[in-house]
């Protein structure tokens, strides 16, 4: 008897939707663009209980007649392509043909649709066993579908999806990425009969960069403009220092199509070159615009990712444009400057090659080359013997405190030096193993500083090289976890609160999780719109902290927690508030390195951050003897 057996048409159409429909934002986002894609100027999405009950997409579109409207229920069912040679040269959002019969399979659908100019409109209706049924229905042109009860046919998804404060968060991500990519459509995005996101359709990039992240966002950002041929990049990058700790403030959309590309990410990072801080990335909103034969959109289900012809060229040009701005922008500085201050020349400000160029210093080369000097031959001291008389008394040494130098050539008796033991390499495909916890002596005393980032102890046992960072973490981290404990968590009134301006979606993650940031120690208010009022923040040693950054850091570790944050327990909220600790290249006094190196010692586990990784590594005596070849 066959053991192959052919899966049942449901079944096969339940496992194709796991590869499309990930979680709610993915069917915004799936609806979003075929909206796009039939012309429309007004979308529309609502969502109830994040997406769990309802998600309902509503257009001003072309709209569908009643064969179109059924055939879109099949799969693989498309009007966007029309035979193979149309897969190099896709301009539309969606091609695939897969995104509602993937969404139908795995809820309960209804489409209402009504092409302008039709008397009446079709009302389709598929259930979660794939059972069809219409009947007509009149309304506004345009397209709206309404999909409930999404995976109540797969309860096992249901149980990957986060708490309802992320997957909102990542519905109001997904909508606002689309705003972006289409400033001259006007979007609209209800949350529990509750506006999150209303942008008009202005066609202006810069009004809808500050309807979603703010005012601030947008006056630390640079414009980008770079063309190379057929390549255009433009849109906007951050001005130095304005940083985050994640990628996912790097935004990149390729032909108006919302991407993630490792090769544009490589080309940012060359651009900022040495102006890049370590461990932080600087945001950017960035539009690239190339022919659609030189890339390859057909790579992910999701249409996430992109495959590029010339990877090459796309990171250079993204490199050149970001580079571009930044000199741009320091130029501008510069002849600000010295409009507003003439005689700033006087303070050394201007640069070197300004006041070089002004001067316009030249000079005439000699006519006749200087001589070249005669060379002076190597003497070889190999074969020198010295004669020394057998009577002769050797001069008493003269005073110390003469200039004179006395040099003698005393025979050297040749050694052979070991080689160095052979450096262990290690394969870039193989993932390093994280370093056991710390097991040698304690250190007694901070004794040096290296690249404002690690501390050196001394101990008896060798020298012990300390992660700044990696340490205060653990202390910060033991310390909410006691004060958890004993509901007593320390806060600090600021003398002027600070009012402070997130994106959209990070507003929304913050008033999910406000109980969370009571807890710590926070007092928060919302100020209407993008901002928000900091009045208190917990008590941290050193009183080393940015609140804008500290926030953004701490939202962005709670945004993948899958529990809601009524049940979050103590570690994960520890671990997000540690975030505060000092970071690398910061500069602490000597009475904070003492004081840092004691606290630490008094942490239970002293040794690892929270997050696993090693505070300290020792060098010890035996491997410092080892290293200089003494035994």
Same mark, same amino acid.
């Given at each position: 008897? $066959? ?6 048409? =449901? ?19 799936? +609806?979003v ?34 064969? &179109? ?17 149309? +897969? ?7 091609f ?17 649709? @009504? ?19 219409? @009947? ?32 909102e ?26 506006i ?22 947008? &006056? ?27 990628r996912? &403030? ?16 490589r ?6 070159a040495?102006?890049?801080?370590? *461990? ?6 960035l539009? =690239?615009?190339?022919?659609p ?9 999701a ?9 090459y ?8 444009? =970001?580079? *571009? ?6 130029? $501008? ?47 070889s ?41 052979p ?33 050196l *102890? ?14 205060? !973490? ?28 997130? $994106? ?15 807890? +710590? *120690? ?23 902290? &940015?609140?804008?950054?500290?926030? #953004?850091?701490?939202?962005? !570790? ?33 009475e ?6 004691e606290?630490?010692?008094? #942490? ?28």
């Open positions: 008897m $066959s053991r192959i057996k052919v899966m049942s048409k =449901i079944l096969a159409s339940r496992i194709a939707a796991g590869e499309v429909i990930e979680r709610p934002a993915s069917v915004i986002k799936e +609806l663009e075929n909206s796009i894609d039939a012309g429309a100027t007004e979308i529309t999405a609502e969502v109830e209980r994040a997406g769990n009950r309802l998600i309902a997409v509503t257009d001003n579109g072309c709209g569908m007649d009643d064969e &179109d409207a059924l055939l879109a229920l099949q799969q693989h069912g498309t009007s966007k392509l029309l035979n193979e040679n149309d +897969l190099d040269h896709i301009m539309t959002l969606g695939r043909g897969e995104a509602i019969p993937s969404i139908a399979s795995v809820s309960r659908f209804t489409l209402v649709t @009504r092409q302008p100019g039709s008397t009446g409109g079709i009302m389709v209706i598929c259930d979660e066993n794939g059972n069809v049924s219409t @009947r007509p229905h009149g309304g506004a042109a345009g397209t709206r579908i309404e999909v409930r009860d999404l995976f109540c046919n797969l309860p096992a998804r249901k149980k990957f999806l986060k708490s309802p404060a992320t997957e968060h990542h519905i109001e991500e997904i909508f606002s990425m689309m705003a972006i990519a289409h400033p001259e459509i006007s979007f609209k995005l209800l949350l529990d009969n509750r999150a996101l209303l942008t008009p359709g202005s066609g202006k990039i810069d009004l809808r960069l500050r309807e979603i992240f703010g005012k601030n966002f947008v &006056d630390n950002m640079l414009p980008v403009e770079h063309i190379e041929g057929e390549l255009h990049i433009s849109g906007y990058t951050a001005a130095p220092g304005f940083t985050r700790p994640s996912k &403030d790097q935004r990149v959309f390729i032909n108006s199509r919302p991407v993630e590309a490792m090769a544009v990410y080309g940012i990072k060359d651009g900022y040495t102006l890049a801080e370590s *461990g932080r990335y600087n945001p950017t909103v539009f =690239i615009d190339l022919p034969e030189d890339l390859d959109v057909n790579v992910h289900p249409k996430r990712e992109v495959r590029f012809k010339n990877e060229r796309i990171s250079r040009a993204v490199a050149a444009a =970001i580079s *571009g701005a930044l000199r741009k922008n320091r130029e $501008s500085d510069i002849f600000a400057a010295v409009e507003n201050d003439p005689f700033m020349t006087l303070s050394g400000k201007l640069p070197l090659s300004m006041v070089l160029d002004s001067a316009q210093i030249s000079y005439t080369p000699a006519s006749v080359e200087q001589p070249e000097l005669p060379a002076v031959p190597k003497i001291t190999a074969n020198i013997v010295i004669n020394t008389p057998a009577k002769t008394k050797t001069p008493p040494p003269e005073s110390p405190e003469k200039n004179d130098v006395i040099e003698k050539i005393i025979p050297v008796e040749k050694k052979t030096i070991p080689p160095a033991p450096q262990k390499t290690v394969s870039p495909l193989v993932k390093p193993v994280a370093a056991p916890a710390f097991s040698g002596v304690w250190p007694h005393r901070i004794i040096g500083v290296i690249d404002k980032t690690y501390l *102890g001394e101990s008896t046992g060798g020298l012990v090289i300390i992660d700044q960072h990696a340490a205060h !973490e653990r202390i910060m981290f033991e310390k909410i976890l006691a004060q958890f404990a004993e509901n007593s968590c320390e806060r600090q009134q600021l003398l002027i609160p600070q009012t402070i301006e997130l $994106s959209r979606p990070m507003i929304k993650l913050l008033e999910g999780n406000r109980e969370i940031f009571e807890k +710590l *120690g926070f007092e928060i208010e919302s100020a209407g719109g993008t901002s928000v009022i900091v009045s208190a923040v917990p008590v941290t040693p050193f009183d080393h902290r &940015d609140i804008e950054n500290w926030l #953004c850091d701490m939202l962005n !570790e709670l945004l993948d927690c899958a529990i809601p944050a009524s049940a979050m327990p103590p570690e994960t909220a520890a671990k997000a508030a540690c975030k505060a600790a000092v970071k690398a290249h910061d500069t602490l006094p000597a904070a390195l003492d004081s840092l190196l606290q630490l010692k008094n #942490c239970r586990q002293g040794t690892l951050c929270p997050h696993g990784r090693p505070t300290m590594v020792e060098l010890s005596i035996r491997e410092l003897e080892r290293r200089f070849y003494r035994k």
